[in-house]
């Protein structure tokens, strides 16, 4: 390349500035010229009032050919009349607009941005607010052109209309039109370069999508169509009905500001993603109605209607504002095209390959954009001043390639995001650094801390959602802590506009504006989870306490003694089991007394530690809030003291596998010392402080305990003191740090794979340690905000699968959850209903992610040593209701531990079991009490003990899994041998009935679950077993079993096998063979109901029949319709789900409400008899109870086989009216979407069939009887 001397440059806006500095800094040109064709600096930061509308040119700028070339006189120098053709020079600026990213990320490495903030901003975000009013931004530009005298460079007003290549000389010439001169004309010249920088800019000529019959309404309706560029806020729009098209921020910023002043709701038609950074919170407000795109619009006979291409519609729409997008135009280089809105044939972004004269600076996107400029500004400056040297021009080529085939060759090739370091250090590299004593502008390294800061600005505008989200609710504008936003709110239509822009999302958080209280825990603490680590914190003010849990640290079994045998004998037992029998079958009843066990060294689920974080003595706390948010698990609590307006946000992330703690202020922090307490003593864990890191180490027994490791490391953002500040066993944090993050790992040597023969039953792992500081040590490396957005990514990913909507008639979400669940009554209060099945739903995804145990008794949070019932696996209703409508609300996928848990730790031990109580060498089984060690023999209380059932109700699970997700690979490697395995346990089991002498097979002996005699022929067990036995026939094909012999088996016993349906003397579902129900008998268990739900026996055999739906009606109203014998959350959703599939909707509404309002603490943790203990099977069991109140979607219908009939809305209470269910999983595969009207009627729903199995005909009705089509 020849020598450049002199250099032209397009535009002064951000890019366009820092490469004129750039070029003037290497003093190697003896001429910069800058063009510019607005009237001062700043690019798309200049602002103009009273702007005209120019009506969008549809047709032209879908097929983004509206920015044409003009036509250039043919004599230059020369006067012409004045261009009136648009050349999109009008402003993007609303008067209250500021920066949506931290202002720091937008500075030059180095010139810095004012730190002017406007009231508006400190109002919203606090008075460190990082975010700056669009005027501190354009004039920072222009300060930058105009500190060294570089506006003497630039020719304002002058627009660059054509440049193109000499090939003689071998110089650019360029063509400029400088506007309203003489007599109203326009002046043309023209001038020659060596080089030209382009640094125009891309977002000038807005894209608008061709939606037809836009053209026609905008032809009618000038002024009512714009491009979000053209918006100046909301005033003009009160009272209006306003559709906005886009999913990015001009879009939903745009959207948010008219609520409350045009017409409710606003029309959102969502195109694209939405914002990587911002997601969709704004949409989420309930002001705000999604819809699909835009089919159509009419604007015939005076109509003007948006039709959608789901086939609704919104007729009177006065306004259309498209957040669409821009197009990339270049019409003053003839020779240079776009391409899939790009320029194509760039090096870097920046070097044209074809011409090394050709630079571009600014043609990228997604963050960091000022300071890539400077990176691109610097690099091109070095290229044509000769001081550094491109690559080859194969290089650069495949250069392009290498990015197109990664990144695609449209707009997404311009994207940074995410490889900033790669990029700038590229940059870097080829500019080089002036050699000493020569000019130049230096690059520093790239610094993590740009992104970290960047992506802390983003949060900072979530957390400011949502705060807003639980006052929009009050219809207050904002959750602001600080006293000037109530003078914001009233300080006109400026300020209006922007409190505004803050949108509510739907009920899904729970809060409090007072702390929890560590004596009570259980009941006041939001719990945090990511499977494996559980979380409580109890938002106190000056000693935060954090309670931990690791869902494998239990106490005794093989780790206390290395000859444990899970309950089994050492002896056979199954010799007493004929003279058990026979005894049974002549008098109706006996004893198991021989089959009984003890069960020494059982040991308990058990805390782990409490994370303690003490700040001091902070006086008088104002403002305090805390809330739980469902859709994202993020804890956060914040408060001021003082002049300090503290924030604490805490998660636990199943990416990282770590929790996290962070606390930060808008000054600074108080001085703070973090621990981690064990109050064991014997054994005492040992607790050490290394690197800022504090480590407790500890066995549950001296010698031989399981091993358990819990690390806090703290680190501090940002900061600039690496000195360690472990103090003996604590990490005393001095004052003055503004932000602080904590990062918690834990493990033990549990190893669940180690349960079986081979490993000797040990379930002994690898000590703790290495791998709990690797992950500690790995996560802390990141910064927050990674952290962050890959946790909220995970779990909005999981949770997000359904949606239940419900009306907040009471206006309930101006109410603390704490006081709502506190004064919770009867009828209810749908508000709360949703709350909590959210919750519910919440708090499985939180206790159950492939790796980590099933939830047990409590989930995964405890604060005993020595929780209730050892917090272990009940399996005669409490682990099988942990596991209720999972799979029907999106959530199978996190099944994958029950799986695991009954295949690493039942099965292995339960084929033991099976020989030595029952004689049999086919199969397995498991009992009702069992730990994590294996423990599947009998415990010494038949009532509870002798549930030999247990594998057949877990077989349940296995086949509604398959059912739902059709997953053939998994049911044939992982489902089927554990229901195979049941079958064959009890084809070993089954006896002929020598009591009725009927001919049919029972079991013998059994126990109803917690509940009368040891008899034979239970109820419930034998509705089980005809359930696993239809189940290995009916997925037989899927299971690629080719064993017929076993098949036959089946069939052959299935014939004769009582189905445990037998109506009694006063009309119940018998409980036992034998008619000995006591009428009005409240047992908390509905055992005889199994086969009506969660099973199918009942409705696959009799149908819904009058005489079996009375039959279950008396046997419901038997067990009684208020507080039953332990007064338990589960037996009253357990019930509620009952009358729900009865249809019975004022029965069903009137046991989930007494549920809640009895059981439900105020933290929305379910209380067994109404106090601790905590018990979390009625958090699990009340979602299914609300999903047999959506839909009846039986297991196997009565008659034609081919058809599935599924009746929406079988009891949807009137309070409940205007509702809607999105996401619900169809047997046989498929999901639905639905709504209701006032009364509770569905009127409306969508299906998607697609991967369905063999069923052929799907047909849906609603109460009453009813067909409904439903779209697909």
């Known amino acids: 390349m020849p020598p450049i001397k002199s250099v032209a440059v397009i535009g002064t806006g951000p890019s366009g500035a820092i490469a004129v500095d750039a070029l003037m800094q290497e003093k190697a040109f003896d001429r910069v010229r800058v063009f510019e064709r607005q009237e001062k600096a700043g690019g798309c930061w200049v602002s103009r009032e009273n702007e005209r509308h120019v009506p969008l040119d549809v047709d032209k700028l879908s097929a983004r050919t509206a920015d044409a070339p003009i036509a250039i006189p043919s004599h230059l120098p020369a006067f012409a009349p004045a261009v009136t053709q648009h050349r999109f020079t009008d402003s993007h600026i609303y008067p209250n607009l500021h920066t949506n990213v931290d202002a720091s990320t937008m500075e030059y490495s180095k010139e810095s941005i004012p730190a002017l903030r406007s009231e508006m901003s400190i109002g919203l975000h606090g008075p460190d607010t990082p975010f700056r009013h669009h005027t501190v931004i354009r004039q920072f530009v222009e300060d930058l052109l105009n500190r060294n005298g570089y506006q003497d460079l630039v020719e304002y007003n002058t627009t660059v209309e054509r440049a193109i290549k000499d090939p003689q000389t071998n110089k650019w010439v360029l063509t400029l039109r400088r506007a309203g001169q003489s007599n109203g004309q326009d002046y043309w010249w023209s001038e020659t370069f060596d080089a030209l920088v382009v640094a125009s800019g891309h977002f000038s000529v807005p894209y608008v999508p061709a939606i037809p019959g836009l053209a026609n309404f905008i032809e009618k309706y000038p002024e009512n169509v714009l491009h979000t560029k053209q918006y100046r806020g909301p005033e003009r729009y009160h009272g209006k009905k306003v559709v906005t098209v886009g999913a990015s921020v001009s879009a939903a910023d745009t959207a948010v500001s008219l609520i409350g002043v045009a017409r409710s709701p606003i029309y959102s038609v969502v195109r694209g993603r939405y914002n990587p950074y911002f997601g969709d919170w704004a949409f989420r407000h309930p002001s705000i109605e999604r819809r699909p795109s835009i089919a159509r619009v009419s604007s015939e006979n005076g109509e003007r209607t948006v039709y959608f291409e789901d086939g609704t519609s919104v007729s009177d729409v006065d306004y259309i504002i498209l957040g669409t997008g821009f197009t990339w135009t270049l019409p003053y280089l003839p020779d240079i095209p776009t391409r899939n809105n790009r320029v194509p044939d760039l090096y870097l972004h920046v070097f044209h390959q074809n011409d090394a004269s050709l630079v571009f600076v600014g043609g990228v996107g997604a963050g960091l954009t000022f300071k890539i400029f400077e990176w691109q500004a610097v690099a091109a400056a070095r290229?044509?001043?000769?001081?550094?040297?491109?690559?080859?021009?194969?290089?650069?080529?495949?250069?392009?390639?290498?990015?197109?085939?990664?990144?695609?060759?449209?707009?997404?090739?311009?994207?940074?995001?995410?490889?900033?370091?790669?990029?700038?250090?590229?940059?870097?590299?080829?500019?080089?650094?002036?050699?000493?004593?020569?000019?130049?502008?230096?690059?520093?390294?790239?610094?993590?801390?740009?992104?970290?800061?960047?992506?802390?600005?983003?949060?900072?505008?979530?957390?400011?959602?949502?705060?807003?989200?639980?006052?929009?609710?009050?219809?207050?504008?904002?959750?602001?802590?600080?006293?000037?936003?109530?003078?914001?709110?009233?300080?006109?239509?400026?300020?209006?506009?922007?409190?505004?822009?803050?949108?509510?999302?739907?009920?899904?958080?729970?809060?409090?504006?007072?702390?929890?209280?560590?004596?009570?825990?259980?009941?006041?603490?939001?719990?945090?989870?990511?499977?494996?680590?559980?979380?409580?914190?109890?938002?106190?003010?000056?000693?935060?306490?954090?309670?931990?849990?690791?869902?494998?640290?239990?106490?005794?079994?093989?780790?206390?003694?290395?000859?444990?045998?899970?309950?089994?004998?050492?002896?056979?037992?199954?010799?007493?089991?004929?003279?058990?029998?026979e005894w049974i079958f002549q008098n109706g009843t006996g004893n198991v007394s021989a089959l009984l066990g003890e069960f020494p060294d059982y040991g308990s689920y058990q805390v782990l530690a409490n994370l303690t974080i003490d700040l001091g003595d902070l006086g008088n706390v104002n403002g305090y809030r805390r809330s739980l948010d469902l859709e994202s698990a993020l804890y956060s609590d914040h408060f001021s003291t003082g002049d300090k307006y503290i924030e604490r946000e805490a998660f636990c992330s199943y990416p990282d596998n770590v929790c996290a703690y962070r606390l930060s202020s808008n000054s600074s922090l108080p001085a703070i010392t973090f621990g981690l307490e064990n109050q064991l003593t014997s054994p005492a864990p040992n607790v050490t402080c290394h690197g800022n890191s504090i480590s407790l180490y500890g066995q549950t027994d001296p010698s031989i305990g399981m091993i358990y490791n819990a690390r806090v490391t703290v680190v501090l953002p940002g900061s600039t003191n690496s000195s360690d500040f472990c103090s003996s066993s604590t990490v005393k944090v001095p004052e003055g740090e503004k932000d602080v993050l904590l990062v918690f790992a834990a493990g033990t040597n549990y190893d669940a794979t180690k349960g079986n023969a081979e490993a000797g039953f040990s379930f002994k792992g690898e000590d703790p340690y290495t791998t709990v500081l690797k992950t500690a040590t790995d996560a802390a490396k990141k910064s927050y905000s990674v952290l962050k957005s890959s946790h909220v990514k995970d779990f909005q990913d999981v949770f997000g699968k359904f949606t239940l909507n419900l009306p907040d008639p009471n206006g309930s979400a101006d109410q603390p959850t704490t006081e709502l669940l506190s004064s919770y009554t009867q009828p209810g209060d749908p508000y709360v209903e949703n709350l909590l099945f959210d919750f519910g739903r919440y708090l499985f995804i939180s206790s159950s992610r492939p790796g980590s145990l099933p939830p047990n008794l409590q989930g995964l949070w405890t604060e005993a040593y020595s929780p209730a019932w050892s917090a272990d696996y009940h399996a005669n209703i409490n682990l099988q209701m942990n596991h209720w409508a999972v799979d029907q609300t999106g959530l199978g996928e996190q099944t994958e531990p029950l799986w695991s848990y009954i295949a690493e730790t039942w099965l292995p031990r339960g084929a033991e079991t099976a020989e030595l109580l029952y004689g049999t060498s086919e199969g397995w089984v498991t009992h009702d009490e069992m730990n994590t060690f294996g423990h599947t023999a009998m415990k010494n209380?038949?009532?509870?003990?002798?549930?030999?059932?247990?594998?057949?109700?877990?077989?349940?699970?296995?086949?509604?899994?398959?059912?739902?997700?059709?997953?053939?690979?998994?049911?044939?490697?992982?489902?089927?041998?554990?229901?195979?395995?049941?079958?064959?346990?009890?084809?070993?089991?089954?006896?002929?009935?020598?009591?009725?002498?009927?001919?049919?097979?029972?079991?013998?002996?059994?126990?109803?679950?917690?509940?009368?005699?040891?008899?034979?022929?239970?109820?419930?067990?034998?509705?089980?077993?005809?359930?696993?036995?239809?189940?290995?026939?009916?997925?037989?094909?899927?299971?690629?079993?080719?064993?017929?012999?076993?098949?036959?088996?089946?069939?052959?016993?299935?014939?004769?096998?009582?189905?445990?349906?037998?109506?009694?003397?006063?009309?119940?579902?018998?409980?036992?063979?034998?008619?000995?129900?006591?009428?009005?008998?409240?047992?908390?268990?509905?055992?005889?109901?199994?086969?009506?739900?969660?099973?199918?026996?009942?409705?696959?055999?009799?149908?819904?029949?009058?005489?079996?739906?009375?039959?279950?009606?008396?046997?419901?109203?038997?067990?009684?319709?208020?507080?039953?014998?332990?007064?338990?959350?589960?037996?009253?959703?357990?019930?509620?789900?009952?009358?729900?599939?009865?249809?019975?909707?004022?029965?069903?509404?009137?046991?989930?409400?007494?549920?809640?309002?009895?059981?439900?603490?105020?933290n929305g943790l379910d209380m067994y008899g109404g106090s601790p203990p905590f018990q979390i099977d009625a958090n699990f069991g009340l979602v299914g109870a609300v999903v047999q109140m959506l839909v009846r979607d039986l297991d196997r219908a009565s008659g034609d086989a081919d058809v599935q009939r599924v009746l929406l809305g079988p009891a949807i209470p009137a309070a409940w009216g205007g509702g809607s269910v999105e996401g619900l999983r169809l047997r046989g595969g498929g999901v639905v979407n639905f709504h209701w009207d006032d009364d509770g009627v569905v009127d409306s729903c969508s299906v998607d069939v697609s991967g369905r199995g063999s069923v052929s005909q799907l047909e849906f009705f609603v109460s009453g009887g009813q067909a409904l089509e439903c779209s697909r």
């Open 383 to 581: 290229v044509l001043a000769g001081k550094a040297q491109l690559p080859s021009l194969e290089e650069q080529r495949r250069w392009e390639e290498d990015r197109i085939a990664v990144k695609g060759d449209g707009p997404a090739f311009t994207t940074i995001n995410p490889d900033f370091p790669e990029y700038f250090e590229t940059l870097r590299r080829l500019a080089g650094e002036p050699k000493e004593g020569e000019p130049g502008r230096v690059l520093p390294p790239f610094e993590q801390e740009w992104m970290d800061v960047f992506n802390a600005g983003h949060e900072r505008r979530i957390r400011m959602w949502q705060r807003a989200n639980e006052a929009a609710a009050k219809n207050n504008a904002i959750a602001s802590p600080l006293s000037i936003m109530p003078q914001m709110i009233v300080s006109g239509p400026s300020a209006v506009f922007y409190t505004l822009a803050v949108p509510l999302a739907a009920a899904k958080s729970l809060w409090s504006d007072s702390p929890g209280n560590y004596s009570s825990i259980i009941t006041t603490a939001f719990p945090l989870g990511n499977g494996r680590l559980g979380a409580m914190p109890i938002g106190s003010y000056d000693k935060e306490i954090v309670n931990l849990n690791v869902d494998s640290l239990w106490r005794g079994g093989p780790f206390e003694n290395p000859t444990y045998s899970g309950g089994n004998p050492n002896v056979s037992k199954a010799g007493a089991l004929p003279g058990i029998r």
């Open 941 to 1162: 209380v038949a009532q509870w003990a002798d549930y030999p059932a247990t594998n057949a109700w877990l077989s349940h699970h296995v086949w509604d899994h398959f059912d739902y997700s059709q997953d053939v690979s998994w049911y044939r490697q992982t489902g089927y041998p554990i229901l195979k395995g049941t079958a064959q346990f009890w084809l070993s089991q089954l006896v002929q009935d020598e009591y009725f002498k009927d001919g049919t097979l029972v079991v013998n002996p059994c126990n109803s679950p917690e509940h009368g005699p040891t008899t034979f022929g239970c109820t419930h067990y034998q509705q089980l077993i005809w359930e696993v036995f239809d189940h290995v026939l009916r997925g037989w094909e899927a299971s690629g079993d080719d064993d017929a012999s076993f098949k036959a088996a089946i069939s052959s016993k299935f014939a004769t096998l009582d189905p445990g349906i037998h109506i009694g003397s006063w009309g119940q579902i018998q409980e036992w063979k034998l008619d000995i129900d006591v009428k009005n008998d409240t047992h908390r268990h509905l055992s005889n109901l199994y086969g009506w739900y969660p099973g199918y026996a009942i409705s696959a055999v009799h149908g819904f029949n009058k005489t079996i739906t009375d039959a279950v009606e008396t046997t419901l109203y038997s067990r009684g319709t208020g507080v039953e014998d332990s007064n338990t959350g589960w037996g009253k959703v357990w019930r509620s789900a009952c009358w729900g599939l009865l249809n019975n909707t004022d029965e069903a509404y009137s046991e989930l409400s007494l549920a809640i309002q009895d059981n439900f603490a105020d």
